[in-house]
């Protein structure tokens, strides 16, 4: 499975954007996903994921209320809406895929990552 996350760029706080996450592959529906996000000088957090079918999802404490991860399995792609956004927020955010039915919140059980895309909110 090959990954190209997009839609990352610059906003001011409060604002929203939408990240998008294409797989290539035609087994993206036995895909859980996840999204991660690495702010400069720090290590990778866990931000949210959602289960092969759509039917689950999980977000980190800091996101939640804020984020939803959805995903369209017929395009192949998983989005993740970020809404009020923080300067705390920035970061390169990256998807990743585990073929299975369970989304963990540990990067290392992802078998697959995307190259990220950089959000940055300013004040």
């Known amino acids: 499975v090959q990954l190209q996350a997009s839609g990352g760029g610059l906003v001011q706080a409060g604002g929203s954007l939408r990240l998008s996450c294409a797989a290539s592959g035609r087994a993206f529906g036995l895909y859980a996903m996840g999204w991660f996000r690495q702010a400069p000088g720090k290590e990778r957090e866990f931000v949210a994921a959602?289960?092969?079918?759509?039917?689950?999802?999980y977000y980190a404490d800091s996101v939640k209320g804020r984020f939803t991860i959805s995903r369209d399995n017929a395009k192949n792609t998983v989005y993740l809406q970020m809404n009020s956004l923080k300067p705390e927020d920035t970061a390169v955010y990256y998807c990743a895929a585990r073929r299975g039915h369970s989304y963990p919140t540990e990067d290392h059980e992802y078998d697959y990552w995307g190259q990220g895309t950089l959000v940055t909110v300013s004040s």
């Open positions: 959602i289960s092969w079918s759509g039917g689950s999802t």
